[in-house]
């Protein structure tokens, strides 16, 4: 049977993906996919990953019922806790399944790029735990808005450097990470989501998995189903959503939506919202849809959440938004605060702001009252504050 | 262009549009002056991740100075310089600009050769081996010295009407630690598994010196970030005096 989660001999989802490297980063490539299809189905790395996850992550993490969501939008809306996770987000799932194969390839200095610096948190932790030696790129106008998150890598033993070139955010993180590769190519490159060059996106969606898998299973006790009816992720390379969609992919009764950042709004030249300004292109050694001028120059992209603020998409999600598999929906920083304040409020859970994005698009759907509806909640909010406050204060 | 290869080649790669838009073909006649043997015309990029410092901002600098693929192709067309020229540059803009219209157009200006960096071997005889064979035009390939022998091989034959790019370290461009002693070894092994397929090296070459020891195992060498520091500080005459004299 064809699954949207198939790649080709190349690392194609359909037409996106693949590998676009120079030739210098090759034999890394190549080290990494034969480490990466040996282990993942070696039953000893396996055992060990999930036992990290249970016992070190704190998994499964809960689907929790919202009652007040549920009430405020007429349907059974659940949130899968990814924000109870150990370091605050979804991200650490990945990076204890790298770090694990990182290990096993002889690695001892981790290189990462961050965002929201919650990659970059969830990076130093695996290293420390690991024993590794840890670099985060960062860009500095991330650093500056998510300090919060700079202090616990710096804490944590790991090396903050700041990304200066360009809109100095996620998109020159990852420059300047993948150039530090091709210098230090003995290092490991521990990729926070679902993007670069094939194998990343495909192993990253597995460890990511994760979510969909324990959701499945909850269901099942919660509301003696396996599939829910809607599945909401919000998108900035695309790895929560990834692993909140991965076992609905091929359950064509699943309705799933990835939301993106709208910015200031998807027409107002400050918005991040890739599948509906993006057109096929190359970024950060994939085909997928991006951010960019006629001349296929990559444009900066804007939102208030630093962890969606990127001009691409990972190559799974160009693949099933393009063939309607996946439903896109764009939710302004104005909608997401607004999200993040009422769950505050109302359910005393403070969302990251990337997160709010895709509670942020319960609005725009119509639902019925027999809907179940599953959000994956990536990620907590202590991170923003500083941001939300200034918020607030710009606006009273 | 048929790579005359009865001395060492010295090549010169420059981005279009820096430091001034239209500075070009003056560059071009300088580099003829100087006996240059080929150049390699770098079409600018906002993301250019094998680059370093010197090689981004001088991109940076081109797309602000308005710099585009169209418009390089138009100075092309207006200049008149026996020096064979060969494009470089990241693939974004040229899927974008459409690479059939970029093979015609490279073609229409007498560009034979196209260097892409982040074009694997795989994906070219995918999607676009038919096209660029339909154009003549030919991709020349980077390798590294880490390249396996059956990938250099295989680089060779698909750049045998041009040249094949051994990237002398692993390095982003610009880089200053050049370590051809201890490589020297391999250099000579990549040159003789390339065949009749000239070897020219790249990354780190910045001067006479680091030019001649590049040659010794290799038919040529191309100097990048040198040559455009040079430019940005208006010395490129002086520092092409320095590697050759004029014709
Ligand atoms: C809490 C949270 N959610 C979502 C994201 C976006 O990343 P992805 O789309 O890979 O899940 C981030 C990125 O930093 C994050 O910290």
Known sequence: MNSYLDTDELGFYGDFGGAYIPELLRPNIEELEQAFSYYRNDAQFIDEYKSLLKDYVGRPTPLYFSAKLSATFGAKIYLKREDLCHTGAHKVNNTIGQILLAKRMGKSTIIAETGAGQHGVATATACALSGMECKVFMGEKDIERQAPNVLRMNYLGAEVIPAVSGSKTLKDATNEAIRYWINHPETFYLIGSVVGPHPYPKMVAEFQSIISEEIRQQLLEKEGRRNPDIVIACVGGGSNAAGAFYHFYDVPEVQLIAVEAAGEGVMTGKSAATSALGTPGVIHGSMTLLMQDQDGQITEPHSISAGLDYPGIGPLHAHTISSGRVQAIAVTDNEALEAAHALALTEGIIPALETAHALGALNQLTLNPDDVVVINLSGRGDKDLETIAKFINKTS | ?247
């Open chain 2, 1 to 247: 262009m048929k790579l005359k290869t009865t001395h060492p080649l010295l090549s010169i790669f420059l981005t279009a549009g820096y430091p001034q838009l239209n500075d070009l073909p003056r560059q071009l006649a300088l580099l003829e002056k100087y006996g240059v043997d080929f150049v390699e015309v770098g079409i600018p990029f906002s993301d250019p991740l094998a680059d370093g410092p010197v090689i981004q901002e001088s991109s940076t600098i081109a797309l602000k100075n308005g710099m585009q693929l169209s418009l390089i192709f138009q100075q092309l067309k207006a200049v008149n310089t026996s020096v064979p020229l060969v494009l470089m540059g990241y693939l974004n803009p040229i899927l974008q600009f459409g690479m059939d219209r970029f093979l015609a157009e490279a073609n229409h200006v007498g560009v034979k050769h196209v260097v892409l960096p982040d074009l694997s071997i795989e994906i070219y005889e995918r999607s676009y081996k038919e096209i660029f064979d339909h154009y003549g035009v030919t991709p020349c390939f980077l390798v590294t010295p880490k390249t396996s022998d059956d990938r250099i091989r295989k680089a060779a034959r698909l750049s045998e009407k041009g040249f094949v790019y051994l990237v002398s370290t692993n390095a982003t461009t610009g880089s200053q630690h050049l370590t051809t002693l201890n490589l020297q070894e391999r250099y000579r092994e990549v040159k003789s598994l390339c065949g009749a397929t000239p070897v020219i090296m790249g990354f780190g070459i910045r001067d006479k010196a680091t030019f001649e020891a590049a040659t010794v195992d290799v038919d040529g060498a191309i100097i990048g970030s040198a040559f455009i520091q040079a430019l940005g500080s208006g010395k490129e005459e002086e520092f092409l005096a320095q590697l050759k004299s004029p014709k």
